[in-house]
DNA sequence: AGTTAGCACTCTTTTTACCCGAGTGCTAAC
DNA sequence: GTTAGCACTCGGGTAAAAAGAGTGCTAACT
């Protein structure tokens, strides 16, 4: 779609204006806006014209302009300036996330600073494990029947769980159970270990399958927390202090903490960056809200997404690069981290 | 305070009435849900009585009552029926937070639940470390320079961390920190185990002090993660479902996130059921909200609290026993693996 | 042909006025 | 001590009126 100069820089005012004030921005108030100085008669004939186009809508008849679906997107698509994000955000950005190699506690605390520096929410999943293998188990006893069980994945993911057997915990068991695990799920893809190819393994293993099941099982729910991507959500509360989503601020929050359907957003998501405006979605709960979700990769493979939620007038020139610096960093210290750990 | 039957009576179903509501009770809605047969006229002659008593207040004038912080008050150490709590309700409870020897995770079952069952906001704190003990500590390298710590309490408390060392992670220098760990650390209380402690203690040891530095002062923070009780909360979205909370919603949510000055109140409870309505305690933010709040003691000591946070007009009669029974359930099921694991 | 001033018109928001009803407090009778 | 009766109060709801913001259009201007 072509658009004369001026439409162009009057779009832009209005998504701009609006963004900063919620309020539907009117002819007059723009001619302050705007670079060049024309009447408000003028900018009322260019706004009129953009409405037909479908750039722009107004809630009613005497109401000023609000940016359409449509506005938003050219607006980000041809108007935005794709500023860098400045030194102090950086800062701040990199000040939050401090230096783990722990994935789970750098995506925590990824989303808690984004969340915070966004005054959005954020979602945040962890790398996925799909391709992982198993690279380490290890069973630290921690009573006569019970013991700490710890995976590791090739992916530099670290669970455990505690496990409790029937029976009471002896050396040759363990050595037993490091045999087991070292010679037949070491090496595995995490996908392979689950429960009942560990109950045909336990089977497989004479008179201690019984003493050996518990922890053969507790291996595979250690496999398959690992292997699935959790979603991660900081800084509702924030959501709660925008005027446009308070109506619904108790439906939004319930659909934000089922995690089902954001799920299903996110691994839509296939560009680098992805915005979502308002109804884009189909959920009717996030109908008054836009996303920005930007994946992150793990040694040259797209891993997890990283993102913020808020109403549709997000500042998106700011926003996106915020999240793309974000998922950058993200990507690139949990690279150093895995490769680190080789 | 002596109150006469009736009043007694009046109140209770006041009380019982508001809290179903919402709505101030009027008298001639009484004279319904009383159990004698009076007139509206003297149960009026009755209510204002009982304002003037400070038991209950109006909105204003012409409208009905609404039960004062003392009423309330009266009405939970005098006139409430300590309820068992419903079969139904318990076996709820019992499988929502099924059986994990890890503390942490039941507890936050445990708030869960807690949350679902009353529709409240819940609390929970992990049990206090104080007086905790290290019982082991174990390194699982996890890469050249990184590993795993892990630590266990006394209190069957698990914390691990990832920790990077700044040079080659070698046999022999795990074995000197066993070594250390084992003769220097285990059986400590935790509050021994700082950092500055751990810098002593590397210093000591001539030529590894370099190398095995990162790792003792990981094992300082793990110590100082896990004396430390954290707070947790769960539900708060329950509470945006509350008219009269709605004003002032985003406020408290912020509120209960920051967690500093619920931790002072929590840590405030000495009692064993506390329960704490509107402006009952300080905080301006509160003021419409009341806490039911109960400790849960592991291996017969005081240890941690659970409790629910929501309107003035909570169903105290149902949730006091619910709280009572849960830190009941907790405390038995922490102390159970407490034991089991020594 | 594009731009602008002017103005009538539209639609929302705010203000005002009003009535209604729930509920009270009081008095006087039971 | 209890109750019926009644005047009174005050918030909530509704309708009408006024205010305001902004538009769309026309006619004049450059």
New binding site residues.
């Given amino acids: 779609m072509e658009l004369s100069e001026?439409k162009q820089k009057i779009l832009a005012a209005i998504v701009e204006t609006y963004i900063r004030t919620g309020?539907?921005?009117?002819?007059?108030?723009?001619m302050d806006v705007l670079p060049m100085?024309?009447?408000?008669?003028?900018?009322?004939?260019?706004?009129?014209e953009l409405?037909s186009l479908g750039l722009l809508e107004?809630?009613?008849?005497?109401?000023?302009?609000v940016p359409s679906h449509a506005g938003y997107r050219y607006y980000i698509d041809h108007l935005m300036g794709t500023r860098e994000l400045d030194a102090e955000s950086r800062r701040k950005i990199e000040a939050a996330i401090g230096s783990t190699g722990d994935p789970e506690e750098l995506l925590s605390k990824a989303g808690e600073a984004l969340a915070d520096l966004t005054n959005c929410a954020a979602v945040s999943t962890t790398p996925t494990g799909e391709s992982a293998k198993i690279r380490r188990i290890e069973v630290v006893p921690v009573g006569s029947r019970t013991a700490m069980l710890v995976l590791l994945t090739s992916g530099g993911l670290l669970k455990s769980r505690i496990c409790r057997a029937d029976t009471v915990i002896t050396v040759p068991l363990l050595e037993r159970f490091y045999n087991v695990t070292s010679t037949q799920l070491v090496g595995r893809p995490l996908s392979d270990v689950h429960t009942t190819a560990m109950q045909t393994l336990a089977a497989s293993l004479g008179a201690d399958a019984f003493s050996l099941l518990p922890f053969l099982a507790g291996v595979a729910e250690l496999a398959r927390d690992a292997a699935q991507t959790d979603i991660r959500l900081d800084g509702q509360t924030n959501l709660l202090g925008y005027r446009e989503l308070e109506e619904n601020a108790y439906e939004l929050m319930e659909f934000l903490r089922n995690g089902e359907p954001l799920n299903a957003l996110i691994s839509n998501n296939k560009d680098d960056v992805q915005v979502l405006i308002g109804k884009e979605n189909k959920y009717r709960q996030l109908e008054r809200s836009s996303l920005i979700l930007a994946r992150y990769s793990v040694g040259g493979e797209e891993s997890g997404t990283l993102g913020v939620i808020g109403p549709t007038r997000l500042d998106y020139a700011k926003l996106i690069p915020s999240v793309r610096y974000l998922t950058d960093l993200v990507g690139r210290l949990l690279t150093r981290s895995v490769r680190d750990e080789e």
Avoid: C, D, Y
């Fill in positions: 001026r309020e539907p921005v009117g002819s007059k108030s723009l100085k024309v009447s408000s008669a003028t900018i009322r004939n260019e706004m009129a409405v107004q809630p009613h008849t005497s109401a000023g302009r």
